[in-house]
């Protein structure tokens, strides 16, 4: 019986790597304007203020949206906001709903605002970049920055040169893409890339976070899955992927072992995968927990018994809520108020 892979996810890697890797961001899609950019400020990013501005009927082609505070080199004191949108399907409101979002958040902040969009589309000839009316001697012309990733899908030598991780990025979602949920194709292009995050000489919070990364976006069917774990335990007996399955591997292999087991003593289809749907929940939130402790212990040193006990107990949206506390908590005690 064949396995058709899962419905790929975009929304989760693109905020990921933009909010892990901002300036890499830019450098690669957008370079003669990074260059504009005095890196010397630390971005801020305000993604919270970009959510309360946002249209209820935005549609769900819209991947990724990020908010980022930046200041330029041409020695302006104030600051310019960058509004970054991700598109994974073509969308003919697409060039409204930028000059939308560009007004409304210029009108809210009274700042310069720069819309910059990703078209991660497979419509090779969609390239929306300018949203113009003219009625009764009234004209309007607004125009914002694009990048196609199809444009890279005939460079994959290039993309796996680079010692950028929007490179890796961007072969891994147009690999994803060109697999067209066929998960033989899938499982060997999830694997070259993970094979490339060390190819790189990058430092273990980044190839932990492209790990993240590419599991979210190539999801493979549990067989695959499987045989996936299975290569990178072999890896890491061969110390070739040491970092990688240190926390990662153990908590989602641990709830796809739980899922099968509950499924089995069930006895019936609906049985296994009402069990093997628990058990990946369950090995999720047993690896949220992990994660966010390893964050807290970053942030602010060694945890007291106390806190690692009320992560374990933790349910997914208390890790949630605390999880987004923890971007701009000073202290342990208001990650947990």
């Not at 560009?102 to 910059?116: G, M, T, W």
Request: glycine share 6%; with cysteine; net charge positive.
């Amino acid at each position: 019986m064949p396995h058709p892979s899962p419905p790929s996810r975009y929304d989760s890697p693109w905020k990921a790597a933009i909010g892990h890797a901002f300036r890499d961001f830019m450098d690669f899609f957008f370079p003669a304007l990074s260059a504009e950019i005095d890196w010397a400020q630390k971005p801020q990013f305000r993604d919270k203020e970009l959510a309360g501005i946002s249209h209820g009927d935005v549609p769900h082609s819209l991947v990724a949206d990020k908010l980022v505070e930046v200041r330029l080199c041409d020695g302006n004191a104030g600051w310019v906001l960058i509004h970054i949108e991700v598109q994974a399907q073509r969308d003919v409101a697409l060039a409204r709903r930028i000059f939308d979002y560009n007004y409304r958040i210029h009108k809210e902040h009274q700042r310069p605002v720069a819309s910059l969009v990703v078209l991660a589309d497979e419509a090779r000839n969609w390239r929306p970049c300018i949203y113009h009316y003219a009625r009764l001697g009234t004209e309007l012309s607004f125009s914002f920055a694009i990048v196609k990733l199809l444009d890279y899908a005939d460079r994959p030598d290039e993309l796996q040169a680079s010692d950028n991780l929007f490179a890796l990025l961007t072969l891994a979602h147009l690999r994803t893409q060109q697999a067209r949920h066929d998960p033989g194709l899938l499982y060997a292009a999830k694997w070259q890339a993970t094979r490339l995050l060390y190819e790189h000489g990058w430092r273990k919070e980044r190839i932990l976070v492209m790990f993240d990364v590419i599991n979210w976006m190539m999801v493979l069917p549990e067989p695959y899955q499987q045989r996936y774990w299975q290569a990178i335990r072999g890896a890491r007996r061969e110390r070739v992927m040491f970092w990688i399955g240190e926390v990662e591997q153990s908590f989602i292999d641990k709830g796809w072992k739980k899922g099968r087991k509950e499924g089995l003593k069930e006895g019936l289809q609906e049985g296994r995968n009402q069990g093997l749907e628990q058990g990946i929940e369950r090995g999720r939130k047993e690896g949220a927990a992990v994660l966010l402790e390893r964050q807290l212990v970053r942030r602010f040193g060694p945890l007291p018994q106390s806190v690692r006990n009320r992560l374990a107990r933790a349910s997914m949206a208390q890790l949630e809520a605390w999880s987004e506390r923890l971007l701009e908590a000073e202290t342990l005690r208001q990650v947990f108020r």
